[in-house]
DNA sequence: ATATTTACTTACCAATCGGTACATTAATTA
DNA sequence: TAATTAATGTACCGATTGGTAAGTAAATAT
């Protein structure tokens, strides 16, 4: 609809593209966390001077979050698809599988960027911080919730602890985040996937 | 031997004491990480100026490392002696309890140094991320020591995978670190714990 | 008492941080 | 062609970053 060729804005046109702009902040954002990601890298992997940026996206902590929804939408959309799976135990199986390649995935940074964006920080990025916990509880509660539907189909035992089982779930998942980052390799992890899923009830 | 009282050294006697001051150094960048802790920070949370922290611990980055052998005999010290546990199970029995315990204790930081110390960051701490890395590694490689002596000593089957083990052990460990962080209480993980112990061959 | 040694305090350094004012360029409208 | 609009490039802002030079204070040795 508003796409640059129909509008015929009056002003002198963009020089960036602005998907592939937040594509990019979103990768710098993924590798080195918010704090680490300056605005002098992020201007050159964006091809963008800073007024540019700041006139498209806001400030810093605004780019960043439009760049985690962008993951969010994007890598990460996997994780909607996986608890869609018919079984808790196929929705456990898919969605640490699907995790495992794309944190160790070779075009894209490693680990999770909700789990490593602000994991720790200074004060002025608790904001950003808060945001990301409240992300990954989320995660966590939709786990849950695709749990106690399991339960309720008697797809689990009446006894599951839904909540233990989902905290159980994205620990094994953030793990995950930490070792990929730290160089584990898709097969290390596949091979441990293995091991939970072989432990699974 | 070299105490302040037996020595009677020469000049002005320093008015900070050497092991007070590396604990709270410890504690701010156990709780903010590396790069979130600055040196005004340091500054006052050690009750020094900023020379003679240098004096006495050298730049930031070596400060960090001698906070980090503090953590590690310190507050981690537990994960050398949960290793000498007689049998692999009890290993990981206690490593992950005693774990949960000191990572969602009141009186410090949540989550482990270790692994939010530097987990994403700018490029001028890479060296920082990478010795952390390093500790991760090692923590990992005792795990599968451990285990190749529990497979000698017939306390795990002859076809385990020890390092996968040592592995799955770790991600949960880091994995709980993450969730501590982010607010899980104490029963929350202590929990999950009993759900990995369960499964636990 | 003087010299020496050591640590402290103050003040500063260049570099970088996130953020912005301002003038310029390139398009459309009149 | 002149006016308007929007995005650009440059140059700057105060604050903070890690790190240090230089002078002062407090102890011991001579």
Redesign the interface.
């Known amino acids: 609809m508003n796409s640059a060729q129909n509008a015929k804005r009056r002003g002198r046109p963009p020089a960036f593209n602005h998907d592939d702009a937040l594509e990019k902040a979103m990768q710098a954002f993924w ?3 918010y ?4 605005m002098a890298v992020l201007m050159e992997t964006m091809g963008m001077n800073k007024p540019s940026i700041y006139a498209a996206f806001g400030n810093k902590e605004a780019l960043f979050r439009k760049a985690l929804q962008k993951y969010v939408s994007g890598p990460s959309a996997f994780v909607k698809d996986a608890v869609s799976e018919p079984t808790a135990r196929q929705v456990v199986s898919v969605l640490l599988t699907k995790a495992v390649e794309l944190l160790t995935a070779q075009n894209t940074p490693r ?1 999770c960027m909700i ?3 602000a ?5 002025e ?1 608790e904001h950003i911080q808060q945001e990301l ?1 409240c992300y ?2 989320n995660f966590e509660g939709s786990l849950k919730e695709r749990f106690d539907l399991a339960k309720a189909n008697s797809d689990l035992p009446k006894d599951a ?1 839904t ?3 989902a ?2 779930v ?10 990929a ?4 390799t898709k097969n ?2 596949m ?2 996937i ?3 899923m072989k ?2 009830q």
Chains 1, 2 share one sequence.
């Open positions: 590798e080195h966390g704090e680490g990601t300056s680990g789990v490593q964006g994991l720790s920080c200074g004060p990025s916990i990954r509880s602890n909540a233990t089982l905290k159980y994205a620990i094994i998942h953030q793990g995950i985040s930490v070792q980052t730290s160089g584990a290390d992890l091979a441990v293995d091991v939970v432990n699974w």
